[in-house]
């Protein structure tokens, strides 16, 4: 069959689809036209004015809960109140035991709670119909909770006695714990009793400690005024030895300090081996044993005769009959004459013009010798005064109550510390402030002006005779007040560990103990033996 021509066909193909296109692009904009006039005639035309799409736009102003639950007139105030009461007794009951009780009260709870909920949300108080089962039914619940002794008036006994019970258990508590820390404190610690012993026997058995001792004791360095001295009244030689180790450490010329020791028989021995055996850098070291002071007796010293009394060892030594009493006050170490020495201080050393007395649980930082150039204004006493808080005043250790006390002294006079105090021995003399001592513990036999110790004696004694010194010399408080300033503490001549966290013992602070331990001499094979047994 023969192909007819190409170009009969293309003529008519072309006609062809011209036309098709044609139709499809009138169609295309016809189209358009219409969806423009279509949608500009649904912008124009506005919604019907139907109320719920009003009421969507425009809410409407409904119920104001929170009056609803505030007015006295209320369904909702009474189901509100009636819940904070059936809460309490859900307690009550719960503490009774009453459990069925308990899950009732907690059953109506939550549909008074649902019924609150949906009165909010549809904005419509609650009605009469509405809260009438619950109000009746929790009415119910909470008159027999009453029933049952749980009304108010009885719970508040109830807690009250509950209260008192567990502050009279922690009172109890507080004391016994007081009790006990102070039985640690003043309980000599297992090493230092060990070294005691072997120090006692190495001074029985060795007699050329004792002949050492008899030279040193004639020493023309104790009475030679040209040199600084220093005294010091324990029976703990561990604890004098890091105050005279200390001393001469930060002394600028140790050979000229002089110390005067003085001890008990029983602990005599220890004290003299231990600083016959150890080196103080060339210091010269006397030590004394009190009962050799035969002046000291019931005749002459009043304390003397009072700590002899046979009821003041009882309230000492005896069970107190007073709980409440404090226990600081009834420490046995207050019966030690070593405690009263510092009264006598001109009796003991009769040719000495000035000292600087040291308690044995200071730490000495600094040079002490300017202390003896400080002039003292005529005063017999030299010492850091501790009346920056109310507590050290003198009403806070004296019984202002007793006329003897209110008529000659000040409540308000600032306290000053023992434990770092220069003396005037001369002046001391002039004014004979022995005999001023004497006779406020003749005034104080019944102990109704103070509790027995050492500082209250020595306010009064000293009264008008004090000069202060620079805080810097003395800081207290490192056995027993854990937040003293670092910049104060190194900036202190001298530390004192007061209280009865003692740097010797397991209680103490542990932040101030290396400051204690770096004068304690530790390659001392007893030191070690004893601290490893």
């Not at 009260?105 to 949906?118: G, P």
């Not at 749980?150 to 109830?158: E, G, H, L, V």
């Not at 005043?393 to 002294?409: A, D, E, G, H, Q």
């Not at 002006?449 to 207290?476: A, I």
Request: aromatic share 12%; charged share 20%; glycine share 4%.
């Amino acid at each position: 069959m023969r192909r007819r021509a190409a170009e009969y066909r293309r003529p008519v193909r072309r006609r062809f689809s011209y036309w098709i296109w044609g139709l499809l692009g009138l169609f295309s904009i016809a189209a358009l036209v219409m969806f423009v006039v279509h949608h500009n005639h649904e912008d124009r035309i506005e919604p019907p004015k139907n109320t719920s799409i009003v009421r969507e736009q425009f809410p409407r102003e409904g119920l104001n809960f929170t009056e609803e639950i505030l007015s006295v007139t209320s369904f909702a105030r009474q189901l509100s109140d009636q819940m904070t009461l059936a809460k309490a007794y859900v307690i009550i009951a719960k503490e009774h035991n009453n459990l069925q009780l308990a899950w009732d009260l907690s059953s109506k709870i939550r549909n008074c709670q649902l019924l609150l909920s949906k009165a909010a949300m549809r904005e419509q108080p609650i009605t009469l119909d509405e809260a009438k089962p619950l109000v009746k039914g929790l009415s119910s619940l909470i008159y027999k909770a009453q029933d049952a002794h749980y009304d108010i008036a009885t719970t508040i006994m109830t807690m009250k006695s509950h209260i008192q019970a567990i502050e009279e258990r922690a009172n109890a508590a507080t004391v016994q714990s007081t009790a006990f820390g102070q039985l640690a404190a003043e309980m000599l610690p297992k090493n230092l009793h060990c070294m005691n012993i072997k120090l006692t026997a190495d001074w029985h058995g060795k007699p050329v400690l004792r002949e050492v001792a008899a030279e040193k004791k004639n020493s023309p360095r104790v009475v030679d005024n040209n040199l600084y001295h220093f005294c010091i009244f324990s029976d703990n030689f561990l604890a004098t030895s890091a105050v005279v180790n200390s001393t001469v450490s930060n002394a600028d010329h140790p050979k000229q300090l002089v110390f005067h020791i003085v001890t008990d028989g029983i602990s005599y021995g220890s004290m003299q081996t231990w600083f016959i055996e150890n080196d103080f850098k060339g210091a010269a070291i006397e030590i004394q044993n009190i009962e050799e002071f035969s002046w000291l007796n019931v005749s002459y010293s009043p304390v003397v005769k009072q700590l002899l009394n046979q009821e003041v060892r009882a309230y000492y030594f005896g069970a107190s009959e007073d709980p409440k009493s404090d226990a600081k006050f009834r420490n046995p170490k207050y019966l030690s004459l070593l405690n009263h020495l510092r009264f006598y201080i001109p009796e003991i050393y009769p040719s000495l013009e000035k000292v600087v007395f040291l308690d044995d649980d200071i730490v000495v930082q600094k040079d002490l010798t300017p202390l003896f150039s400080l002039d003292l204004h005529g005063n017999v006493n030299g010492a850091v005064e501790t009346c920056l808080e109310a507590f050290h005043r003198y009403y806070k250790y004296l019984n202002f109550s007793n006329p003897v006390i209110s008529s000659k002294f000040d409540p308000q006079a600032c306290g000053w510390a023992f434990g770092m105090n220069v003396f005037d021995l001369v002046a001391w003399k002039k004014v004979n402030v022995t005999q001023r001592y004497h006779y406020w513990q003749e005034q104080n036999n019944d102990r109704t002006l103070w509790k027995l110790g050492t500082l209250p004696p020595g306010l009064l004694t000293f009264y008008g005779l004090t000069e202060p010194l620079d805080r810097r010399w003395h800081v207290l408080g490192l056995g027993f007040d854990t937040n003293i300033d670092n910049r104060l503490i190194e900036s202190a001549a001298v530390i004192h560990f007061n209280g009865n966290m003692k740097p010797w013992l397991k209680l103490a602070i542990g932040r101030y103990k290396p400051l204690w331990e770096r004068y304690v001499n530790h390659s001392h094979p007893y030191v070690q033996s004893c601290v490893t047994s």
